[in-house]
């Protein structure tokens, strides 16, 4: 267990959240706030179409690159070596989570003001202060802790609303997890991910609430309008819920057996095809039962993910015959996670007993 022996509190957060319709075309205005050296990393997939939208934007005052494949230490020291003689002083990342961590790691080693600018809903990465470093082969190495979290964190609720509601469902996953492990970590007085580790404060015990709330209310018609490629209000509310309430609930308190078992499915490569909120979503399941919450609860849980379409049995998952052997893999390979944070001691046998449980449970809802 992660108990703190203190008593301080602290929070953390980007210094601006701006969320709504065609913001990207206001790029410009926020970043000349900080400073007039841009540097712009664009996932690939919108490379072609906003590498000419920024130059124009920016009347060629700009410098941009082309992000693709995996977030590696190497690569990140090579595309900051390739603009050192420039020298940023604004670094922005556009695109997906690893497009986003790479900016915020290039950023770092210029001192540089960094800008996000999400292109899905699907984790809460945007918001905050910290890199998912992996190897060339996409396996989870750690993470790289910043002095701050992002300058400004620009959401342009249109290009989300439109991007496949695969993400949007993802990242409810993702979401639906803060509370549950925000609530682990409180009652068990463990550190958050401010600095060097504080406790949470009372701000954050009712974001991770709003956060699941929101998720459970209103992503079933985010979803329905999402798939239309509308931007209805329940849309707004959940890009808020999986971005900015989620992001804050885990800087402010931290991660904790969902999260677990999503880092450690990883170790079967059937299972790395998932997104990330959908192997969280798993996670949570197991996360409940390890910790004996109300069936009203689990049920609702359950409930939920068969209505929006989150994985809740091992098929769903991609491992439909996934053996007892390999199922204790996960859980041994979990428990170098986030387990430890919880308010009781969490071995791997519980871990496989919960895993095979949660796949049990899934299976009367289909």
Not at 5 to 18: M, N
Not at 101 to 111: I, L, N, Q, R
Request: glycine share 8%; proline share 3%; with cysteine.
């Amino acid at each position: 267990m992660s108990m703190i022996q203190h008593q301080t509190r602290a929070f953390g957060s980007p210094s601006r959240y701006i969320q709504g319709r065609y913001e990207i075309d206001c790029l410009k205005k926020y970043t000349d706030l900080y400073g007039d050296r841009v540097y712009i990393l664009i996932d690939t997939f919108f490379y072609q179409e906003y590498d000419a939208k920024f130059k124009e934007m920016y009347d060629g005052q700009v410098q941009t690159y082309e992000f693709s494949g995996e977030i590696t230490a190497s690569k990140i020291d090579a595309i900051a070596d390739s603009v050192k003689d420039f020298a940023p002083t604004v670094v922005c990342g556009m695109g997906g989570g690893k497009t986003m961590d790479t900016a915020k790691a290039v950023a770092d080693k210029f001192h540089a003001a960094v800008v996000i600018i999400p292109t899905t809903a699907s984790t809460d990465a945007p918001t905050i202060g910290l890199s998912v470093i992996y190897d060339d082969e996409g396996n989870h190495l750690g993470a790289r802790h910043y002095a701050k979290n992002p300058d400004l964190v620009l959401i342009d609720t249109d290009v989300i609303s439109k991007a496949p509601i695969r993400f949007l469902v993802a990242g409810m996953g993702d979401a639906l997890s803060t509370y549950v492990e925000a609530r682990a970590n409180f009652e068990s007085h463990s550190p958050n991910y401010v600095s060097s580790g504080f406790a949470s404060t009372l701000a954050v015990k009712a974001i991770a609430k709003m956060c699941h709330e929101t998720i459970l209310s209103k992503g079933v018609r985010a979803k329905m309008a999402a798939e239309q490629k509308l931007c209805t209000i329940d849309v707004e509310d959940v890009i808020e819920a999986n971005t900015l309430l989620s992001g804050l609930g885990v800087q402010n308190s931290s991660c904790a057996g969902s999260h677990s078992i999503a880092e450690g499915i990883t170790i079967l490569p059937a299972c790395r095809r998932l997104l990330h909120g959908e192997a969280v979503a798993f996670g949570i399941l197991v996360q409940l039962l390890i910790e004996g919450r109300d069936e009203a609860e689990v049920d609702e849980m359950y409930r939920f993910f068969e209505a929006v379409g989150l994985p809740y049995t091992f098929e769903m998952l991609g491992i439909p015959n996934a053996s007892d052997e390999d199922v204790m893999k996960v859980a041994e390979e979990s428990l170098k996670s986030y387990w430890d944070v919880e308010p009781f001691p969490v071995t791997a046998r519980m871990i496989f007993d919960a895993m095979k449980l949660a796949d049990l449970m899934g299976q009367k809802y289909l």
